[in-house]
């Protein structure tokens, strides 16, 4: 199959399963690509392949859940619908960071051990629709922007509901069983489409602070999440774990040092403003005028393991970039 055909495929408007079988195809191709020998041309060929794909939007009933191959997603969520309760079946490291919350929107989070304690059907329903319920309202947030939720165990009984939230996670595809279901049945919304979900992508607001939210003493608590300064901005590191999860902000006129990472590929999201990526091999970067990529809002970069890379802001606003690293033995199960 021609490359052009696959970005074709992995383009179109296309059911999950359709167009998870185009994405096998993409990692196998990035799998490939990776074992060979990869010089500047090849690593910035990758980058532009998917810059040119963009994102793979999954049309739910509730959601467009807009993906990378690496894991990393992006929920444009429906007001008062979203994620079936559900827990893992098989390990699944995902870190939740909230963008948006519309009147209505929740996070609910509890041991699937609780779940089994306190769950009736005929009694979750009704608290489902409105009705005071202390047992499942212990277990309710609502959330804010810049909100972290990190979900690294099995049997932990979880839903996102009615917001905008981005994902980083070490697959992109569900391995999830679902406790209780409410999007049963439901038909994926009309203007789910490709135009509408980067439309989307391209008004995303990024939240000015972060903060780790967690259970503790028997209620919710917040631990704020620092800035790091580093040369023409800050960055914000959510995890660092087996996915790592972080986000730079580069001041307008700025330019930031350069990253490379040897053993974890690296899916770059521009969420805010536009620049330049400067991305190349070691011995390219050292230029004076180091090879680079044009980047705005909404585009998606796939970078090598040990490609070096960075940031130039031209514009007048800040340049926000969200980073998800992740192992290549991991990335491409």
């Given at each position: 199959?021609?490359?052009?055909?696959?970005?074709?495929?992995?383009?179109?408007?296309?059911?999950?399963?359709?167009?998870?079988?185009?994405?096998?195809?993409?990692?196998?191709?990035?799998?490939?690509?990776?074992?060979?020998?990869?010089?500047?041309?090849?690593?910035?060929?990758?980058?532009?392949?998917q810059q040119q794909i963009g994102f793979?939007?999954?049309?739910?009933?509730?959601?467009?859940?807009?993906?990378?191959?690496?894991?990393?997603?992006?929920?444009?969520?429906?007001?008062?619908?979203?994620?079936?309760?559900?827990?893992?079946?098989e390990h699944k490291t995902e870190l939740f960071y909230i963008l948006d919350v519309p009147p209505g929107g929740y996070v609910f989070l509890c041991d699937f051990d609780e779940w089994q304690r306190v769950y009736d059907r005929a009694e979750f329903l009704a608290w489902l629709g409105g009705k005071p319920d202390a047992r499942y309202e212990r277990w309710k947030l609502v959330p804010r922007p810049g909100d972290v939720i990190i979900i690294d165990k099995l049997n932990v009984v979880h839903t996102v509901i009615g917001c905008t939230l981005v994902e980083f996670a070490t697959v992109s595809t569900d391995m999830v069983d679902r406790l209780y279901?409410?999007?049963?049945?439901?038909?994926?919304?009309a203007e789910f489409t490709r135009h509408f979900t980067e439309d989307r992508l391209r008004r995303l607001s990024w939240p000015g602070a972060s903060q780790r939210v967690t259970f503790e003493g028997g209620g919710w608590?917040?631990?704020?999440?620092?800035?790091?300064?580093?040369?023409?901005?800050?960055?914000?590191?959510?995890?660092?774990?087996?996915?790592?999860?972080?986000?730079?902000?580069?001041?307008?006129?700025?330019?930031?040092?350069?990253?490379t990472d040897p053993e974890r590929a690296v899916c770059l999201h521009v969420v805010e403003g536009a620049g330049r990526l400067v991305l190349g091999d070691a011995a390219e970067v050292r230029r004076s005028s180091p090879p680079a990529l044009a980047a705005r809002a909404g585009d998606l970069f796939f970078i090598a393991p040990g490609a070096h890379y960075g940031f130039v802001n031209d514009g007048t606003m800040p340049l926000i970039v969200a980073e998800h690293r992740i192992p290549v033995a991991v990335a491409f199960v």
């Amino acid at each position: 199959m021609s490359l052009e055909s696959l970005v074709e495929r992995l383009r179109a408007d296309s059911a999950i399963d359709v167009l998870e079988q185009a994405e096998r195809d993409l990692k196998q191709h990035l799998q490939d690509a990776l074992a060979g020998r990869i010089d500047g041309g090849a690593i910035r060929a990758l980058a532009s392949l998917q810059q040119q794909i963009g994102f793979l939007p999954k049309y739910k009933s509730y959601a467009v859940k807009a993906a990378s191959p690496l894991g990393y997603s992006v929920f444009l969520q429906r007001p008062g619908e979203g994620f079936s309760f559900q827990q893992h079946i098989e390990h699944k490291t995902e870190l939740f960071y909230i963008l948006d919350v519309p009147p209505g929107g929740y996070v609910f989070l509890c041991d699937f051990d609780e779940w089994q304690r306190v769950y009736d059907r005929a009694e979750f329903l009704a608290w489902l629709g409105g009705k005071p319920d202390a047992r499942y309202e212990r277990w309710k947030l609502v959330p804010r922007p810049g909100d972290v939720i990190i979900i690294d165990k099995l049997n932990v009984v979880h839903t996102v509901i009615g917001c905008t939230l981005v994902e980083f996670a070490t697959v992109s595809t569900d391995m999830v069983d679902r406790l209780y279901d409410q999007n049963q049945g439901r038909k994926i919304p009309a203007e789910f489409t490709r135009h509408f979900t980067e439309d989307r992508l391209r008004r995303l607001s990024w939240p000015g602070a972060s903060q780790r939210v967690t259970f503790e003493g028997g209620g919710w608590r917040r631990h704020a999440i620092p800035e790091h300064p580093i040369r023409g901005g800050v960055r914000t590191v959510f995890d660092d774990g087996l996915v790592g999860a972080a986000s730079f902000r580069i001041d307008p006129g700025a330019e930031s040092d350069l990253s490379t990472d040897p053993e974890r590929a690296v899916c770059l999201h521009v969420v805010e403003g536009a620049g330049r990526l400067v991305l190349g091999d070691a011995a390219e970067v050292r230029r004076s005028s180091p090879p680079a990529l044009a980047a705005r809002a909404g585009d998606l970069f796939f970078i090598a393991p040990g490609a070096h890379y960075g940031f130039v802001n031209d514009g007048t606003m800040p340049l926000i970039v969200a980073e998800h690293r992740i192992p290549v033995a991991v990335a491409f199960v």
